[in-house]
């Protein structure tokens, strides 16, 4: 985000967060993992930081990853 816009403070609001965990099956606690995510938003942003959030696991991740985060910005 910070490559894209050049300073963080040009960022107006975070919109959206969208959180991919690769996990097994029966796991069920995707967000959990992904309220690190929320919270580093929240400490980094404040207000402007408040977000709607979807977690999801999946089977499988690109390049072996835990976690991918796609993040909506308004700046």
């Known amino acids: 985000l910070h490559a ?3 300073d963080l403070g040009r960022v107006r609001r975070v ?3 969208l959180g991919l965990v690769n996990s097994a ?7 959990l993992v992904i309220n690190g995510a929320s919270e580093l ?3 980094v ?3 402007r930081g ?3 959030r979807s977690a999801f696991g999946v089977a499988q991740l690109p390049m072996g990853a835990a976690v991918e ?3 909506i910005a308004e700046v």
């Open 25 to 31: 099956p029966n796991y069920t606690e995707h967000h």
């Open 69 to 71: 985060i796609e993040l």
């Open 4 to 6: 894209a816009c050049g």
């Open 50 to 52: 408040a977000h709607a």
């Open 45 to 47: 942003f404040g207000e």
């Open 41 to 43: 938003i929240a400490q």
């Open 15 to 17: 919109v959206k967060l």
